[in-house]
């Protein structure tokens, strides 16, 4: 009986404990790396290792980044009176990219979510709460997600922080309800950050 290699085992195995990719699709990923003659499971190992040794969380805001504080912490240009705080560091990306938002971000790292296991403790809502008692901070932009897991760590957000001297703003409508805000185009999230409402 013929036998698979080991180290084909090992990656099908690796590549099987990523979100979404079950043990058929990792399967095929390996037998595919392992055809391609235009090196690419090279350069895909290269990659691999530089995001581990080049990227970083922010210890400011906890995005990722090469340099620490991030550029957007480091930038004296910046609004350090707000903070906006997103799920992911993607959400990072498509308000940046949408460029009007001139504050700083808070990086959560996911949302609440016990059935899967996700608890307050697993996010960074307690660096929230600290940065949040900084007596220059005037106003947080809860900008999770507009689905049932964002609204609920949004409002759990919002019970933490309201004995706080703090503004709380939740993004306008017209995010599409359920949807991701990374995937929102670039009006559509000015637009919800511009109307943005106190809660
Ligand atoms: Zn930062």
Known sequence: MPTTPAAVTRLIEELAELPGIGRKTAARLTFFLLRNQSGL??????????????????SVCHNITEDDPCPVCADPAR????ICVVEEPLDVLAIEQAGVYK?????????????????????RISELM????????????LATNPTSEGDWTASYL????RPLDVRVTRLGRGLPVGGDLEYADAVTLSRAMEGREEI
């Open 103 to 123: 504050g700083i971000y808070h990086v959560l790292h996911g949302v609440l979510a016990p059935s899967e296991g996700v608890f307050v403790e697993n996010l």
């Open 130 to 141: 600290a940065r949040a008692r900084d007596s220059g901070v005037e106003e947080i932009i």
């Open 79 to 82: 609004d350090r009176s707000t």
């Open 41 to 58: 499971a090279e350069r895909l190992s290269d990659a691999l290792r530089e995001l581990k040794e080049r990227t970083r969380f922010c």
């Open 158 to 161: 919002l019970t933490q922080l």
